[in-house]
């Protein structure tokens, strides 16, 4: 990737200022998953066309309704806008928050203001492309405008790289081949000044000791964070990536997913710098930040993947009293296997998991113990402070072998992933303290241990065969 597209928007934000005008002018940018400063094209668009601006976040009840404000990603919420609106007061600005619907506090943030544009980043889910048309009715009304700014909250947007005959991509390596090939635009600098109308009220930030039920190591969001983040792994982290990403005790990965998923963190920004890093590591990290575009285009064609297979095969999941049973073990981390249990217990500590231990707790769930994915994903999303619908639906379904898989009805044997990628064990004694005083490769098999030790351990046996559980999914897919 090299060189730069211009970014692109429904409605041109103009290339003029508002001085040149001659008159005092004013706009709103609402903030949505882009809580940053740095690399913000609606933001400079909209400082670029007016004399004061309106830096925006509402709160939308419909997230709360719809069952997706986690409590982590409430927390982590609330740190990136108090760093938001740190940020913008050291500018000379303020972040106005409101609650309600988006559409209607928009409307009347706008008239507020004496506004005659709102700007906004593209968003690709149903949910985000509902919000853009109501709220496009709604300023059209009273005859505003509404701008919407591409490669905010992606690197390369949906529907820019398509193939002949399709909406998106459905297989992952092609559309990498392409996505590559794209030009990037250049990041943006965050603005030296922020002007904003001093009447507007604006409901108080929520503080993150003020959200229960978070997970206790829980990471600390907002733009400066994710900005140190970002700068110790392209420093001394990244270079091992291609090597390193799958070492479940080494946790050599960023950790920046949530940035991203908040748009604290700019994906241009970030592709740009792991390019410029150069090496077969920052090339690895491109890889998988494509991953990220690349379920965002399968969304945007298909938003019914949120809750629906890509491909079905005609799953007959198991139900009932039993599966019942067997899902709230693997939620608890108590399913007898240790990894798949670290992974799930890392879950709940942090409210994140390394990424080899989603694809293990996935595989168990959907594959072992044959349930739908469903009911994983929506555990996922529950907890997960970078709980994206697109990234996580759409990798629970390649897991599952309903998504983009080539291989729908691959299965990760957990003992063979233990032993290779925690050979010692030292990620099971990290999460599973039952489990500590096992020495060496024989914690991944605890059930081997004499029986009193066994015993005081208070471990589990396992709640399933794993070659049972294989039998038991090839007949639920029709492969016997």
């Known amino acids: 990737m090299n060189g730069k597209t211009p970014n692109t928007a429904s409605g041109s934000a103009g290339s003029g200022s508002a001085a040149a005008s001659g008159e005092h002018r004013c706009a709103v940018v609402l903030f949505t998953s882009d809580l940053r400063l740095h690399d913000h094209p609606p933001l400079r668009a909209a400082l670029a066309a007016a004399d004061e601006v309106v830096p925006l976040f509402v709160r939308d009840p419909a997230v709360d309704g ?118 990037l635009r250049d990041p943006l600098a965050a603005p030296r000044t922020v002007r904003v109308p001093g009447s507007l009220r604006s409901a108080l930030i929520a503080a993150r000791g003020s959200i229960g039920s978070v997970s206790p190591e829980l990471a600390a969001g907002g733009e400066a964070e994710g900005r140190r983040l970002l700068a110790g792994w392209l420093r001394r982290g990244v270079d091992d990536y291609g090597e390193r990403h ?88 108590r399913t007898g296997y240790p990894v798949v249990d670290a992974a799930m217990r890392q879950l709940s500590a942090q409210g994140w998991m390394h990424n080899r231990g989603r694809l293990l707790a996935a595989s168990f769930l959907a594959k072992t113990l044959y349930l739908d994915w469903r009911v994983g994903a929506r555990h996922f999303l529950d907890l997960l402070v970078d709980g994206d619908i697109a990234e996580n639906q759409l990798n629970w379904q390649w897991v599952a072998g309903t998504g983009t898989d080539s291989r729908p009805n691959r299965v990760l044997n957990p003992l063979l992933q233990a032993k290779r990628y925690d050979p010692d064990g030292d990620y099971v004694r990290r999460w599973v303290p039952e489990l500590a005083g096992v020495a060496g490769a024989a914690v991944h098999e605890p059930w081997r241990l004499p029986a009193k030790e066994r015993a005081d351990s208070g471990y589990p046996d396992p709640i399933v065969d794993l070659s049972e559980g294989l039998a038991r999914f090839r007949q639920g897919r029709g492969l016997d």
């Not at 108090?82 to 007061?89: G, I, K, P, V």
């Not at 909250?153 to 090939?181: C, D, E, I, K, L």
């Not at 710098?273 to 690895?284: D, I, N, T, V, W």
């Not at 629906?308 to 693997?330: F, K, L, M, P, S």
């Open 246 to 333: 799958d070492d479940l005790p080494g946790d050599a990965t960023s950790r920046i997913s949530p940035h991203l998923h908040f748009g604290t963190l700019s994906p241009v920004e970030v592709v740009r710098r792991s390019l410029a890093k150069g090496g077969p590591g920052a090339e690895a990290f491109v890889r998988q930040l494509c991953w990220r575009d690349f379920h965002q285009q399968v969304l945007a064609a298909r938003p019914a993947v949120a809750t629906a297979d890509y491909r079905t095969r005609q799953d007959r999941w198991r139900t009932g009293a039993a599966a019942d049973a067997d899902a709230e073990a693997w939620r608890q981390g």
């Open 66 to 183: 719809a069952g997706f404000a986690a409590p982590n990603r409430r927390a982590f919420l609330a740190d990136c806008l108090e760093s938001l609106d740190a940020a913008l007061r050291e500018r000379g600005g303020r972040l106005v928050v409101r609650e309600g619907d988006p559409a209607a506090e928009v409307r009347a943030v706008a008239r507020e203001a004496g506004a005659d544009e709102v700007h906004l980043a593209a968003g690709y889910s149903a949910f985000a492309q509902h919000r853009e048309e109501r709220l496009r009715d709604a300023l059209a009304a009273d005859g505003r405008r509404l701008h919407v700014h591409d490669a905010v909250v992606t690197a390369v947007p949906p529907g820019w790289v398509t193939p002949q005959n399709s909406t998106h991509f459905a297989v992952f390596t092609p559309y990498f081949r392409r996505w590559q090939q794209e030009s």
